[in-house]
């Protein structure tokens, strides 16, 4: 058995103990049913006796059914109760630890996939806890107490049933091998069919607009099949392992059966005891028959517990730290001091050797081509990625020994693409601080040039946006998130191509009130316009991965000729 | 009802092979009770010492029964499965093909988590009316009418006594178990549909939700669904165990009061002993085929609202949709809009309001204006993601309502403000233009979006994996792609929605410069908020709050003096003062 699996019991350890324990009361129940059963008929067919003499055991036999039925009921209930309680522990453990990775990890993975394991994954997991687990034991203690009890009624039969019974979990064993890797396999075909399902409903418009959606659904039907095909093949192993058993059980009770009647007919044995273990034969396998069934049905587990276990064991990109556990302080001074970093699969870094300063109470633009690392630098400063050299510190405090949640208290960021929930606008910009009063949030919009829009639209603030802003032009889009890092009112303010969709009227709003904003707080803002940076107190100048140069506007515009050339505009041209 | 049949509806695709699954169905049944009985009534005969040849036929049919159930299960298995696999998966190609035309309008409303849940998991919901209900009812059927048979060969009380425990059983307890658990059934589907929604929500949002701290009180959010969906498994547990339990007690009681009833008519001579054993096993045996019911209808009220869930989209009627006989869309197309009116469902004012003008085949025209002035809403039209409320689009003459959806967007290359980028590598992003592009297209139009550099230094070239969303290039990088697949696309009329938003100034110029040797002669629509590159287009259209407020050439406009002159002194300004 998995030991990672196995470790998850601990919560749920009585109600496991439990469904054993009444699994095994139930199966003397049904020992005991089965006893006053072939009691009753022997004593009418062999002994002539009447419904009188017979009415005692007749009760037995009714008080044992009624017991076994209660303790089928119990036995579900609690068995389903630990399940219950270990996966819901372990979704919300998986989803922190979702969290804990970040967006580095999620972009490198596929959504649909990350959530099929996390919704279906999980209930996967119901059959290996509820059903399997309990039944490994019960599928050795009651073959165990049914044998025990028949030695003393026959013994031949006994070994008979006995001999036979340890064929069934061998030949299971050797065909549940084989299908293992089949079962991992349609769980992956499972769960790329949901992260193919979702990409493709996310962009469905986009497929629309190229003219392929509806070409699409041939390939939703080459998905769905090869899921067909990989869910019918691990079935026909299990239904394969099915027959054997079924093929083995029946051949024994058949056995059993014939081999009783032959001694009966030479007198070797009497009617009664014979019945019985007719009776009891099938119980005898029933617990194995079961342990057949969910085996299937844990190993689908297993093969989805695969996947969760690795999300759970990849590490955060982004050490905890607590080596300063004191506050820092509301303003902030930061410095970069040589920092690299490069991505896993990155042929050269995405940057390298950078140091650079920002001083509280200055705004700095950072500005170079696309795909030199500026949003990258970001990332680093959110710490959504640590440095694999160099430092970033704040107050000549390395970031990384804090607490990272604590970190980005002090951080208020636009990102470059930022994502807006779905919900109402003003949900959306309240995420910076869920105390926030309207009045604030309006502020915080109106700062952002968007409140005009927002009381225009149907419900103002409480309209629904519909997911990823998708009833919100771009620019609209952007001026809510741009609102939602004004209403955090943090020391440190990183801004990601804040005012990239904007008309030019719209961006010298923000652009204002980020100048304004900016007043005793450190500010970082990528732009590629000219008119966004040449304000800036410091524009830093990133050349693939490096720094080149840093200064005002006039400094580089004489000093650096890759300034010159980004900011030898268009505009500058047409003047 | 009506859900179920037509659900079942679906079932006529493959009508053989159902019927085939509902036939092995009742043989292991069979087989069952015969091992069961036939096993029994051996050794009571037995029992009474006849001579061996007289056991012979029983012992016989023992053993063709034991060998016989194991492959009657198995091929029964099989068989029902492969057709449930059959048709779950054309249920999805189903779901698939009346969900497409909906978008983009029609699927706002929806979280795509909650349609990948659909799409998904109800569709798999869907197995347990087709493996566990339809077929087992037949079954059961069967067996019901077989082992009152059965027992009528006896005795007319006992086989009404039987029909009456198997009719409780395979009637009474579904029906009971339904109405107990069809509450908490939707519910399941319903939380797990929403626990999938903000699901999709927070993982491709957890850059903005840790940012911002909110991490926490989502984890909550998720939290609190999470424990809604154990409390509605547990209450699920509580009748699943019920339902079982109920099973069980039936069957034994069945086989006890008819052993009371019997056992007077053995004493009384009218059955004879040897037979009691063999009809207390019939009995038991028999309840193998009734009680798969009692579990099916458990997850009736799920499948039913799983399916309900399906057929609620399938039913909604698109907005936009292909004309009987559609024209053929002319090669070389103008784009006009004639007073064209249009707004939102749903949303009080117009995003357009009375927008004429026209693109003359060839021709080049601007459309700039304030955020949310309805320019990215011109595009949608002419695209026909939303049709007009008032006048009508033009194309080549014709309003693009009377072409077919994918020929008129064949005739239009894109590049949109949100475009999506799918998690797979650069080719495929590519190819989704133009399917049978050659290696050297693809390559040309890479160069022309300035996006030569990027695959070059990537290890696998335009094998690379974008990621989720094409987050893992750049911004700037990922904006070039989708200028790229326009390229590559290579059609008549251009649609250019802030193709140069991300970039900066210098792959902007190089970008601009491929754009503008790409509309040489074609019917080109550039939005844009950049007032860049201006003076090459031959109209420019000023649109504010819906509505066209200045409209000329970049020369014309300066002179006027209105709402483009002050954007372009606003864009200016700033140069002015350095
Ligand atoms: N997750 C990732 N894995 C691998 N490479 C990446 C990843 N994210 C970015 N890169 C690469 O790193 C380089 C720098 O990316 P970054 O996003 O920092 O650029 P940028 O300067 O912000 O560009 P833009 O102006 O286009 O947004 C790019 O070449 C990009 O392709
Ligand atoms: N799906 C929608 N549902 C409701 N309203 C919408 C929807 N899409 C856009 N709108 C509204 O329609 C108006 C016009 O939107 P549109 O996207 O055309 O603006 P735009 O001119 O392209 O703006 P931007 O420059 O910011 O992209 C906006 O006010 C927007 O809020
Ligand atoms: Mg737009």
């Known amino acids: ?575 | 009802m009506r859900v179920l049949l037509r659900l079942l509806g679906f079932l006529g695709a493959h009508p053989w092979r159902a019927a085939l699954a509902v036939l092995l169905g009742v043989a292991t049944v069979a087989s069952n009770v015969g091992l069961l009985a036939l096993s029994a009534f051996l050794i009571a005969a037995a029992a009474l010492k006849p001579e061996l040849a007289a056991l012979s036929v029983p012992i016989y049919l023992v053993r063709f029964f034991g060998v016989s159930r194991g492959f009657a299960r198995y091929a029964e298995r099989v068989v029902s499965h492969d057709v449930t696999f059959r048709l779950l998966r054309n249920l999805r190609i189903w779901f698939y093909e009346r969900l497409e035309p909906l978008a983009p309008s029609r699927l706002l409303e929806h979280h795509s988590g909650d349609l990948l849940d659909r799409a998904v998991e109800d569709v798999d919901e869907l197995q347990n009316v087709y493996l566990r209900i339809f077929s087992p009812i037949l079954v059961a059927a069967f067996t019901v009418s077989a082992t009152f048979a059965v027992f009528w060969v006896f005795s007319p009380l006992l086989a009404f006594v039987a029909l009456g425990f198997l009719v409780a059983a395979g009637v009474g307890v579904p029906l009971l178990v339904d109405a107990l658990a069809r509450r908490t059934g939707r519910q399941q589907v319903e939380l797990r549909a929403e626990l999938s929604a903000q699901l999709v929500d927070s993982v491709q949002g957890v850059q903005d939700l840790l940012a911002f701290g909110a991490e926490k009180e989502r984890r909550d959010r998720i939290s609190e669904i999470n424990r809604k969906l154990a409390r509605a498994q547990r209450r699920m547990a509580l009748i699943e165990g019920l339902q079982g339990s109920l099973n069980d007690l039936l069957s034994n009681l069945a086989m006890l009061v008819l052993l009371v009833l019997a056992i007077p008519l053995v004493s009384g001579g009218e059955i004879r002993g040897v037979y009691l054993a063999f009809l207390a096993l019939v009995i038991l045996g028999s309840f193998e085929a009734i009680t798969p019911l009692g579990s099916a209808f458990q997850f009736l009220g799920r499948s039913l609202s799983a399916a309900g869930r399906l057929f609620e989209i399938a039913d909604e009627e698109p907005q936009v949709r292909d004309p009987q006989n559609p024209a053929p869309v002319p090669e070389r197309p103008g784009l006009e809009f004639r007073r064209v009116t249009f707004s939102y469902s749903n949303s009080g004012s117009k995003a357009l309001d009375d927008v004429s003008f026209e693109i003359k085949a060839g021709s080049r025209v601007a459309v700039v204006g304030p955020s949310g002035s309805g320019k990215s809403t011109l595009a949608r039209l002419a695209l026909r993601f939303w049709d007009p409320d008032g006048g009508e689009v033009l194309l080549g003459g014709r309003d693009v309502r009377e072409y077919a959806q994918e020929d008129l967007r064949e005739k239009i290359g894109l590049v949109a403000q949100d475009t999506h980028i799918f998690n797979g590598t650069l080719r495929r992003n590519l190819l989704l233009a133009r399917p049978e592009a050659t290696q050297r297209e693809l390559e040309r139009a890479v160069e022309a979006a300035r996006l030569g550099g990027l695959v070059e230094s990537l290890p696998e070239g335009l094998d690379s994996w974008v990621g989720e969303q094409g987050l893992r290039i750049s911004g700037g990088e990922r904006q070039r792609l989708a200028v790229a697949r326009a390229l590559l696309k290579n059609a008549p009329i251009l649609l250019l929605d802030e193709p140069t938003a991300n970039l900066d100034t210098v792959t902007e110029q190089e970008l601009l410069g491929s754009i503008r040797e790409m509309v040489q002669d074609r019917t080109t629509l550039l939005i844009t908020h950049r007032l860049v590159g201006m003076e090459g287009m031959d109209e420019i259209l000023v649109l504010d709050k819906g509505r066209i407020v200045e409209r000329g050439t970049h020369a014309e406009l300066l002179r006027s003096s209105g709402l483009y002159r002050q954007m372009y002194d606003t864009q200016r300004e700033m140069l002015a003062a350095a």
């Open chain 1, 1 to 575: 058995m998995d030991r990672e699996l196995f470790r998850q019991i601990k919560p749920a350890r009585i109600f496991l103990a439990l469904t054993v324990a009444l699994g095994v009361l139930g199966a003397a129940a049904t020992i005991a049913q089965m006893t006053f059963l072939s009691e009753v008929v022997s004593r009418v067919f062999m002994g002539d006796e009447n419904l009188g003499r017979v009415e005692g055991l007749i009760f037995l036999l009714l008080a044992a059914i009624v017991v076994r039925a209660a303790l089928v009921w119990a036995r579900e209930v609690v068995g389903q109760r630990g399940a219950i309680q270990i996966k819901t522990k372990l979704r919300e453990r998986l989803f922190s630890h979702l969290m804990r990775l970040g967006p580095t990890y999620t972009k490198n993975e596929r959504t649909g996939e990350l959530v099929s394991t996390a919704v279906e994954g999980i209930e996967r997991l119901d059959a290996y806890f509820g059903r399997y687990m309990p039944q490994v034991l019960l599928s050795l203690l009651v073959p165990l107490m049914i044998f025990v009890y028949l030695v003393q009624v026959d013994w031949i039969s006994a070994l008979l049933l006995v001999g036979s019974a340890p064929v069934i979990p061998i030949l299971m064993i050797a065909v549940g091998k084989h299908s293992e890797r089949h079962i991992q396999r349609q769980w992956l075909a499972l769960s790329r069919l949901s992260a193919y399902f979702l990409d493709t409903l996310q962009g469905l418009t986009t497929l629309k607009a190229f003219g392929r959606s509806r070409a699409e659904s041939e390939t939703v039907a080459k998905v769905g099949e090869r899921f067909r095909k990989r869910t019918m093949k691990v079935l026909r192993y299990a239904f394969a392992s099915g027959l054997v058993l079924e093929f083995m059980v029946s051949i024994a009770i058949a056995l059993v059966a014939v081999e009783l009647g032959v001694r009966l007919l030479r007198g070797d044995i009497s009617f009664q005891p014979a019945f019985l273990i007719l009776l009891l034969a099938p119980e005898f396998y029933r617990p194995l028959r079961e342990l057949g069934t969910h085996r299937h049905a844990g190993m689908e587990g297993k093969a989805a517990s695969g996947q969760i276990f690795e999300i759970l064991n990849t590490p955060a990109p982004v050490s905890g730290g607590d080596a300063y556990p004191r506050e820092i302080q509301n303003q902030l001074t930061i410095r970069l001091d040589s920092v690299r970093f490069s991505y896993p699969d990155g042929s050269r870094p995405a940057l390298s050797g950078v140091s650079l300063d920002l001083p509280v109470g200055t705004t700095t633009a950072l500005v170079g081509r696309s795909g030199a690392g500026k949003s990258t630098l970001a990332n680093l400063l959110l710490r959504f990625l640590e440095p694999s050299e160099g430092d970033i510190l704040a107050n000549g405090l390395p970031i990384m020994g804090l607490p990272v949640e604590n970190w980005r208290e002090h951080v208020a960021l636009v990102p470059q693409r930022p994502h807006l929930f779905y919900g109402t606008v003003l949900e959306n910009i309240r995420l910076a601080r869920p105390g926030a009063t309207p009045e604030e949030v309006q502020r915080a919009a109106e700062l952002a040039g968007a409140d005009g829009f927002i009381r225009r639209l149907p419900e103002g603030y409480d309209t629904q946006i519909g997911e990823r802003g998708a009833r919100l032009s771009g620019g609209e889009a952007q001026r809510v998130a741009i609102a939602r890092a004004f209403l955090k009112d943090a020391p440190l303010l990183v801004l990601d191509e804040p005012t990239s969709s904007l008309d030019p009227k719209s961006e010298r709003l923000v652009r204002q009130a980020i100048e304004r904003l900016s007043k005793g707080r450190t500010t970082l803002i990528i732009a590629h316009r000219l008119n966004t940076v040449y304000s800036a107190d410091r524009i830093a100048v990133l050349e693939d991965g490096h720094l080149r140069e840093v200064g005002t506007h006039e400094e580089l515009l004489e000093r650096s000729t890759l300034y010159a050339g980004l900011v030898n505009a268009p505009e500058r041209v047409t003047t």
